[in-house]
Structure formats: C-alpha cells, structure tokens
T-cell receptor, first 114, second 112 residues
C-alpha cells in the first residue's frame, strides 16, 4: 500500500530565508503528487500538483516542488518565505490509476519568525 | 462563488449520541469525501462517493455512516459506536480522476 512520509514535524525559519519541506512516498509506480497548505481551523488549499510532464512544478504563493522518481521524493521549496507562510503543509499521493483516494503525510508545520 | 460548505463549524455532543455533519458543494463535482484529522497526524479517509447513490468505505469507516442522495450533499453521521469521535472533520470534492481535491473549512466535533 502507498504511504507518505514527511520527515520533519516542524520547520522553524527566519523571514526571507529559503525553506525546503521534505516528502517521500513508498511506491515508484505511476503516481500523482500534491502539496496542500492548511491555516489554523481551516480546510486545505492546493499549493501545487504533479500529474505528468516536467518534474519541476510551480505553484501558488511562490512555492515549487520537484518530482524525483528515483528517490521517490516530492520536496517543496520556496526561495524566500514570509510571515504569512506560517501554516501546516501536507504532502499527498494517489495511485496513478485512481486519484480518488489520496494518502496524506502527517504534515509539517512551517514556523516563520521575524 | 463556488465552494464547499461545512456546517456547523463547531459541534458539541454528549457521549452516546449520534451526530450528523453537513457538507454541501455547488462545484458540480461528482466525487465527495470525508476525512478525519487528529493533532499531529495527516488526514485519514472515512468514506468517499464517486457518484450519487454510491459510496465506499475509506480506511477508518467504523463508527461512521454516510448517504449520497443528491450530487451536492454528502452528510456524515458519527454514531455512538465511534470510540474516539472528537476530531476535526473535513469534507472535500473533486471532479474527475486528474483533478485535485477542494476542501471545506471543516467541522470541529467535541464529544464529552
């Protein structure tokens, strides 16, 4: 069964510094990959997705992620973070033949300090 | 604007009572989902429905029930059989196999 690992439960970073949030998944078969952001007491909002094509995916709010099939990773990056980026970030993966069932990682809390 | 509406935002119940959480969408999406979120954990799938009058169990369906009588609505009932019902419940929808999920703002259920 597919599984998703987010290695860091919390990542503290200073404002305007770069950040990388790590995500690894278990299976190298055809997959769809997603990053979602959750602000306190709200639902999840899609940041970006990888379905096929270019391995470098750009999303909203200046975030990007790179699909690495050989390392089964989909790390999220931003070159310069803002205070407003403080939130919980979830990586999710679905099997390529059925994206109805997303498997979510346990989340990484990004804490941006002034 | 189109979106997913979950109500109420906060819900309090006594142990042993059934409670129904509402989820309505006006996005014309075929598929709808219920997830449960606990502190420090990812989202876990409770039930999902690909079309009207059809639904499947997710990974943690025990103690929950759903119905899908209309395309726009996918209510979730938390029954007294659910041993740890206190959690944040998220409803989502999607249009097809290649589309991402759209989420509601969640309902925080507290059972005492």
């Amino acid at each position: 069964a597919q599984s998703v690992t987010q290695l860091d439960s919390q990542v503290p970073v200073f404002e305007e510094a770069p950040v990388e949030l790590r995500c690894n998944y278990s299976s190298s078969v055809s997959v769809y990959l997603f990053w979602y952001v959750q602000y306190p007491n709200q639902g999840l909002q899609l940041l970006l997705k990888y379905l096929s094509g270019s391995t470098l995916v750009k999303g909203i709010n200046g975030f990007e992620a790179e699909f690495n099939k050989s390392q089964t990773s989909f790390h999220l990056r931003k070159p310069s973070v803002h205070i407003s980026d403080t939130a919980e970030y979830f990586c999710a993966v679905s099997d390529g033949d059925s994206s109805y069932k997303l498997i979510f990682g346990s989340g990484t809390r990004l804490l941006v300090r002034p | 604007d189109g979106g997913i509406t979950q109500s109420p935002k906060y819900l309090f119940r006594k142990e042993g009572q059934n409670v129904t959480l509402s989820c309505e969408q006006n996005l014309n999406h075929d598929a709808m989902y219920w997830y449960r979120q606990d502190p420090g954990q990812g989202l876990r799938l409770i039930y999902y429905s690909q079309i009207v009058n059809d639904f499947q169990k997710g990974d943690i369906a025990e103690g929950y029930s759903v119905s899908r009588e209309k395309k726009e609505s996918f209510p979730l009932t938390v029954t007294s059989a659910q041993k740890n019902p206190t959690a944040f419940y998220l409803c989502a929808s999607s249009t097809n196999l290649n589309s991402p999920l759209h989420f509601g703002n969640g309902t925080r259920l507290t059972v005492t």
